[in-house]
């Protein structure tokens, strides 16, 4: 029977565990809070699945140290925990096992993708990216779901392949690490701009045309940090923004929706989503490489500068004519 850890207990890491294990996997989770553990062993459920049930098969834990005593390892913390949490491992074990990080977005602090933390705090994991269009509550109902799975290593793709994968739950792979991380971490900040222009009923023509010319400046950047244009165009790319910028269920879309139906951030800081930490990564980013992304940047001046939702849209909109096609913005 496999060993499976899983660091975090969230919604996406509980719906993981409850996949894998209905695969025969023997699935630990980790939650560094102790009470909220103490109450998943007891009640078995959880409000953000749904009160779905969870197997008793499923264990919980807050020792780290039990998580790391697997075969595969999972990340479904929050991404701005992952350069904490893998430096804590690093103290506790030398870790040489695959590291499927099941979170997106990139690191504010330091400005780099999580692969590129991986590498350096756990440089004997080899890392694998999971991303693409998916909500947790889906997979835990065991509604069909196709991923990306991103790795160098074609050995450790086909034996995550094979662990994840279920009727229910259909990885593909690809070699585009850079490109499949990318692309699940822009969809959110592109998420909170059609949020927003559905807070402001904007009507639909507004959404269509935030989700493709948030496309363009996704490959843009995407380019820019050495992924491939075709990446873009997959599951992890369009698959994953399609269905985060359309629907409410996306906690980057709702954020947006919050905001546009208040005219700025206001009272949505307490549910603050990886799309407002990626805004400020990707601006930087962005602004050091001389990247034109005009509705990023929109978005960054809402979320960070105080910035008029009507403002930033009339800007948008008065921008100079060009060509639709040309890569200059």
Known sequence: MKKVGIIGAGAWGIALGISLEKNGCAVCLWHYDKQKLEKLNFERTTSKLNNITISEKIKFTDSLEEVLNSDTLI???????????????????????????????????????????????????????????GFAIDLANGHPIAVTLASNSPSTLENVGQLLANNNFRPYFNDDVVGVQIGGALKNVIAIATGIAMGKKLGD????????????????????????KETFFGLSGLGDLVLTATNLKS???????????????????????????????????????????????????????????????????????????????
Not at 264 to 281: H, K, M, P, Q, R
């Open 75 to 133: 990340y479904a913390s929050p991404t701005q925990q992952f350069d904490t949490i893998t430096r804590k491992v690093r103290t506790i074990k030398s870790i040489n096992k695959p590291l499927v990080i099941a979170c997106k977005g990139i690191d504010i602090t330091s400005n780099k993708l999580l692969t590129e933390i991986s590498n350096e705090n756990l440089p004997d994991c080899i890392p694998v990216i999971l991303s693409g269009p």
């Open 205 to 228: 023509g507004a959404v269509a045309s935030l989700i493709t010319r948030g496309m363009n400046e996704i490959i843009s950047f995407g380019m820019i940090m050495g992924a491939k």
């Open 251 to 329: 906690r980057n879309t709702k954020l947006g929706n919050q905001i546009g139906i208040s005219d700025g951030l206001n009272n949505s800081s307490n549910d603050l989503t990886e799309g407002f930490y990626t805004t400020n990564a990707v601006y930087n980013i962005s602004k050091e490489k001389k990247i034109k992304l005009p509705i990023i940047d929109a978005v960054y001046n809402i979320l960070y500068n105080n910035g008029s939702v009507d403002n930033e849209i009339g800007l948008l909109m008065n921008r100079p004519l060009r060509d639709e096609n040309t890569s200059k913005d």
